[in-house]
């Protein structure tokens, strides 16, 4: 299994980005992918996750509004469009994957999630 994100850069506060994270090597095509945040001298947060199969997301209270999960031409391409980003949005973000189907499909429980990206940097700065 691969995950490897794209995307990031730095931005002025209220600016946009966009990442993606394409998913490789699964058996099915239904499956949880998740993004999470690890500022600088913090633990990694989940702030987003959607299921593959049905496209139904989850999102944390502080990006809910400002962050759009969705998914690419192949249903394992996942896109989190980011606006209005704050300096709080600084870090770097990973994408993650489980296939875990007994539990629901959410960014809050980082163990579940048993592949990850690499991570890519994101800075929000004036």
């Known amino acids: 299994v691969q995950l490897v994100e794209s995307g990031g850069g730095e931005v002025q506060p209220g600016g946009s980005l966009r990442l993606s994270c394409e998913a490789s090597g699964y058996t099915s095509s239904n499956f949880c992918m998740g993004w999470f945040r690890q500022a600088p001298g913090k633990e990694r947060k989940g702030i987003a996750a959607l299921y593959t199969g049905s496209g139904i997301t989850y999102y944390t209270d502080d990006v809910k509004g400002r962050f759009t999960l969705s998914q690419g031409n192949a249903k394992t391409t996942l896109i989190l469009q980011m606006n209005n980003l704050k300096r709080e949005d600084t870090g770097t973000y990973y994408c993650?994957?489980?296939?875990?189907?007994?539990?629901?499909?959410?960014?809050?429980?980082?163990?579940?999630?048993?592949?990850w990206g690499q991570g890519t940097q994101v800075t929000v700065s004036s």
């Open positions: 993650a994957a489980h296939e875990d189907r007994d539990v629901p499909c959410a960014a809050d429980t980082p163990p579940l999630f048993a592949s």
